[in-house]
């Protein structure tokens, strides 16, 4: 470990916890030194497959020493499971099958042929699949997979232009290719930069884009992996499984279609309560109620919006879990309810680490519930955390997961509106070596049993999971709100994310961009970084830089490690606050067309951040822009990411741009040279939206197309809660000097607004016709009440 990191380790840690981290890393090694089965050193290659049994869905083939499952889940998603090996408990997934499929088989000269209505894949005896078309176009390939001792290696071709989207959260280029991934959750210790891997969050599934089409494989094994995507074969992946079997799902389509179908299998993310799209306010740590308050205060005092802030480990007593420091808060459930009448939510974090201390109550019926994580041996496995030494509960355990989820009663009853979740990749600290439980850790798997090699990976999504179904049952009325550092395949479904201990340099606010972006492509569409990067001391300049990228994305707040120097908006005086307080509203008034996009992703899984070439996925040219993104179907976002800079180049894709800070329309493809003051970063709004915004109650923005039609979508419920919703859709359409626009209503909830704005971009109104009736008009802003149909005419 370099000496840097190490003396920022210790700032963090502290000179007591770092002296035991030599303790605990020998006991880690200790416990890892089993005598394990003979090494069996080379790759053989399974031996030939010599039956087929055709299922109903799919078909089984073996072969003396390996078998292999194929199923249909829906025409367009295969499951492949190659056997021996230890089947997953599905922990990831919330579907067994998807649609009723028709398969068809069909004998071969070198094996079999199996055949749904969109897919139809080769099965070679020796191995060898080819994935196709009906009408052949071939669009991925596997070799025979390989095996040594326990692992499995998979080898698949890759074609000269392909290009590799998705494995969860990584410090790397948006385009995986050309590198090694480890599938291990990891905390990186201290802070990280770009290309630093693994992290704390993996998703073992990548995105293929290349000129036969787009699919997307998702291997459900959660055990400790190499992803090799071209590194050490310019014209292959290599993935490397340390055991269990070798189960993967191929989904075929387009892109949208691809999340659409993963997120059916592995589960949606559920709409947030709607304060969690506002803004955070954290910090390590607001050490007292005091201290909150006044930073509240200043929230106002300053006329900055805030909708919740963040209680970092400092407000537990002695950092045990499900405690409050009675001295620092001596009134948490009266603080939270002050802050609540000022409309900010208080989230609190936990740990999943209980502190060993025979006086504390999570700790004695944890012990003697025997909730804890053990060694093979019997013993009560120990590593080190914030509190000292600690035990950790074994969330594979169903009886864990709910005694665990209990606790949460306590603090929803003092009026905790959210739960930061950390630590849980799990991390334990060691002065050497993996930062985790050693392997040889035994877990409950449902009663099942199995180790921490096989467990690893999820600890953080089944801690979610055991927070998740408590809180669903002990608040029935409301959504809750987890935000979490490490997770799994199939987090989505319980937990926000945010991309944890980043630098605060430049570089890593770049990085935040692909990291972002990436999450999104791999299921995950809540997260977002620490504003000015977690570790260091962020020049105003670039805190404003950092704000105004993460103002449009789904996770938005300020956090910062403790001893750096404080950063609330005000900090940097001006011309920082305003710029700050400007984009603040700006995300305020964002929030109609955010909460929208959430509602959109609980329906169909697509991310609110969203790479270029989203929809697009046929032009190579968009394909590796990773300093820019989509936020929705409307918005194009070019975050400054160079210290100094005021203006940059922007690739529009094609098809009709406004500026949205100064209305002018430009057309793409191409590059264009946009202006970025300090004031703002270029933003862009796609010709034909229907912006949403909270402006003067509701403004909707009509972003006139020079031709043709373009839409938006209007999302709206109580904030909060499972009651009557609504979904309006404005359909747009030009015809020469006419814009006409429709509102399609949905739902039982009922219409907030009497009268409301319109508002023209690119059309000057000559005459307005509202639903039969003549209306003068002036300008470019109206309001209306509720109508069927408007026409415009334009000025000429
Ligand atoms: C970890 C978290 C960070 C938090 C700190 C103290 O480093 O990633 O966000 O502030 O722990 O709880």
Request: with cysteine; proline share 8%.
């Amino acid at each position: 470990m370099d000496p840097r990191k190490w003396l920022l380790a210790l700032r963090f840690v502290g000179w007591r916890t770092a002296g035991r981290a030599v303790r605990a890393a020998w006991e880690r090694d200790q416990a890892e030194r089993i005598p394990g089965p003979p090494q069996v050193l080379s790759w053989q290659p399974i031996d030939p497959l010599e039956h087929m049994v055709p299922l109903p869905d799919g078909a089984r083939f073996t072969g003396p020493n390996a078998e292999l499952e194929i199923r249909f889940l829906a025409p367009e998603v295969l499951r492949l499971s190659w056997t021996p090996g230890l089947l997953p408990l599905p922990y990831a997934i919330v579907r067994e099958t998807l649609e009723e499929t028709k398969v068809s088989w069909a004998p071969q000269p070198a094996g079999w042929m199996l055949e749904s209505p969109a897919i139809r894949i080769e099965v070679n005896a020796d191995g060898r699949l080819r994935f196709q078309t009906p009408a052949g176009r071939l669009w991925r390939e596997e070799d025979p997979p390989e095996r040594r001792g326990e692992a499995w290696r998979h080898r698949v071709r890759l074609r000269p232009e392909e290009r590799l989207y998705g494995l969860g959260e990584r410090a790397a280029p948006l385009n995986r290719r050309g590198r090694t991934y480890r599938m291990w959750n990891r905390d990186p210790g201290g802070s990280y930069g770009p290309n630093v891997d693994p992290l704390y969050l993996g998703v073992p599934l990548w995105i293929s884009v290349h000129a036969e089409g787009v699919y997307l494989v998702f291997y459900e094994n959660p055990y400790d992996a190499a992803f090799d995507l071209g590194a050490s074969e310019p014209d292959a992946v290599q993935v490397t499984f340390a055991g269990g079997a070798l189960r993967y799902y191929v989904f075929y389509g387009s892109l949208e279609g691809l999340l659409a179908r993963y997120t059916e299998l592995t589960g949606r993310p559920p709409l947030p309560p709607r304060w969690a799209l506002g803004f955070h306010q954290s910090r390590w740590s607001y050490g007292s109620a005091e201290e909150v308050r006044e930073v509240v205060r200043s929230f106002r005092e300053h006329h900055l919006p805030l909708h919740a802030l963040h209680l970092d480990i400092d407000y537990m007593d002695g950092y045990r879990v499900f405690t409050v420091d009675r001295q620092r808060f001596p009134d948490l459930a009266g603080l939270i309810h002050e802050l609540e009448g000022q409309g900010v939510r208080t989230v609190v974090i936990l740990d999943p680490g209980v502190k060993i201390d025979p006086g504390y109550s999570v700790y004695q019926e944890g012990m003697a519930r025997r909730a804890f994580c053990r060694l093979p041996d019997g013993r009560v496995y120990r590593g080190l955390v914030w509190p000292g030494w600690c035990v950790f509960p074994d969330f594979t355990d169903p009886s864990v997961r709910e005694w665990w989820g209990a606790h949460y009663q306590a603090l929803l009853e003092m009026g905790v509106a959210g739960f930061w979740h950390d630590m849980n990749e799990p991390t334990t600290f060691a002065a050497w070596g993996e930062p985790t439980f050693p392997r040889t850790v035994r877990h409950e798997m449902e009663g099942r049993g199995g180790d921490h090699l096989e467990a690893h990976n999820l600890y953080g999504l089944l801690m979610n999971r055991a927070a998740w179904e408590a809180l669903r049952r002990m608040q029935p009325d409301r959504r809750p709100f987890l935000l979490t550092r490490s997770g799994w395949a199939g987090i989505q479904r319980y937990a926000w994310n945010w991309t944890g201990d980043t630098e605060s340099t430049w570089a890593a606010l770049r990085q935040t961009i692909a990291t972002v972006i990436g999450l999104g492509l791999s299921g995950i569409p809540y997260t977002g970084p620490d504003i000015g990067g977690f570790s260091g001391a962020p020049s105003a300049e670039l805190f404003i830089r950092w704000f105004q990228a993460a103002a449009f994305m789904p996770f938005f707040r300020n956090h910062a490690a403790k001893g750096t120097p404080r950063r609330e908006p005000w900090v940097f005086g001006e011309p920082a606050l305003s710029i700050l307080r400007e984009f603040l509203e700006l995300r305020v008034r964002l929030l109609p067309y955010l909460y929208t996009l959430a509602w959109e992703a609980a329906q169909t899984g697509a991310p609110l951040v969203r790479p270029l070439f989203w929809g697009n996925e046929d032009d190579a040219s968009l394909g590796e822009i990773e300093d820019a993104f989509l936020l929705g179907p409307a918005l194009l976002v070019a975050p400054v990411v160079e210290e100094g800079a005021r203006a940059r180049k922007v690739f529009l894709p094609s098809g009709e741009w406004y500026d949205f800070w100064e209305d002018r329309r430009l057309a793409g493809p191409g590059f264009i040279e946009a202006e970025a003051p300090l004031e703002r970063i270029p933003v862009f709004v796609r010709a034909g939206s229907v912006l949403p915004m909270a402006e003067d109650g509701l403004t909707l923005h009509l972003y006139a197309p020079s031709a043709g039609e373009g839409e938006g979508t209007l999302y709206s419920d109580a904030g909060d809660g499972f009651g009557p919703y609504r979904v309006d859709r404005f359909r747009m359409e030009r015809e020469e000097d006419w814009l006409w626009l429709r509102w399609i209503p949905e739902g039982d909830f009922p219409w907030p607004w009497e009268t409301f704005t319109l508002r023209l971009h690119g059309f000057a109104v000559a005459r307005a016709v509202i639903d039969g009736q003549e209306s003068s008009i002036q300008g470019d802003r109206f309001r209306v009440r509720p109508f069927q149909e408007i026409r415009l005419e334009e000025k000429t």
